[in-house]
């Protein structure tokens, strides 16, 4: 008969094929940790690009969004009192000084554009022009920075 050791335990032997592993500390070693930082750095970089440009696009469909909220509340204040306001206030305040004023015309008041900026108003009381000048608050620009208006 071998000589096969014994389990301390249960005093079983074992055989060739069952033999107990070495015991030795477990964890990750430096190398491992440096490698799976790579990899994730990695995918943040091929990442992050696409996020940045859907949340662009994600703001000039707001400003869109909230410009022709504000083009249909402009045109109910038309057909109430005839004409245009002079400005975007005259949706939340009576400035008509008592004509068929039936507002306010927004709920929650005149908003800003994504970039916090006001919304470009302009009106001779028969025609308006109304548009956002996108992320750099300054006429004309490209990209992001581009005006945004229906």
Known sequence: ???????????????????????????????EILVVMAIIAMLAIMVAPNIFNQQAGAMRDVALSEISTLEGALDTYRLDVGEYPDSLEGLEEDDTNGARWNGPYLRRG???????????????????TLMSYGADGDRGGEGDDADISL
């Open 1 to 31: 008969m071998t000589n096969y050791p014994r389990c301390f335990a249960t005093g079983t032997r074992f055989t060739h094929a069952a033999r107990p592993m070495r015991l030795r500390q477990q964890g990750f070693t430096l190398i």
């Open 110 to 128: 005149v908003p800003t554009d994504p970039w916090d900026n006001p919304y470009v108003y302009e009106s001779n009381g028969r025609e308006f």
